[in-house]
């Protein structure tokens, strides 16, 4: 059975740091891009970054370029370092592993920002 597991949520003040993993279980993910998305109370999921298969490319939204950064450990691990975090990325953080019609998310990361 496929798993992902997020953790590394919590509570922190404007301008902290968190990171976020996912652990992946149930198969092997290294011909799987994984990402993170995050939803907001009262808005849609919406897009924060991905990597590559091999870790060597990265996209990210716009909103959180220069601040957040994806990384990638091995086939199965996905990381999220948050850093000048924002009230606005106060949000419940999901990793996805995506690979053509497959599409698998983690239960979510609560994340939230004091201003």
Do not use: H
Request: net charge positive.
């Amino acid at each position: 059975q496929v798993q992902l597991v997020e953790a590394g949520g919590g509570l922190v003040q404007a301008g902290g740091s968190l990171r976020l993993s996912c652990t992946a279980s149930g198969r092997t993910f290294s011909n799987y891009v994984m990402g993170w998305f995050r939803q907001a109370p009262g808005k849609e999921r919406e897009f924060v970054a991905l990597i590559s298969l091999s870790g060597t490319s990265t996209i990210y939204a716009d909103s959180v370029k220069g601040r957040f950064t994806i990384s990638r450990e091995g086939a199965n691990m996905v990381f999220l370092q948050m850093n000048n975090l924002e009230p606005e990325d106060t949000a419940v953080y999901y990793c996805n592993a995506r690979l053509m019609s497959r599409n698998y998310w983690g239960q979510g990361a609560q994340v939230a920002v004091s201003s």
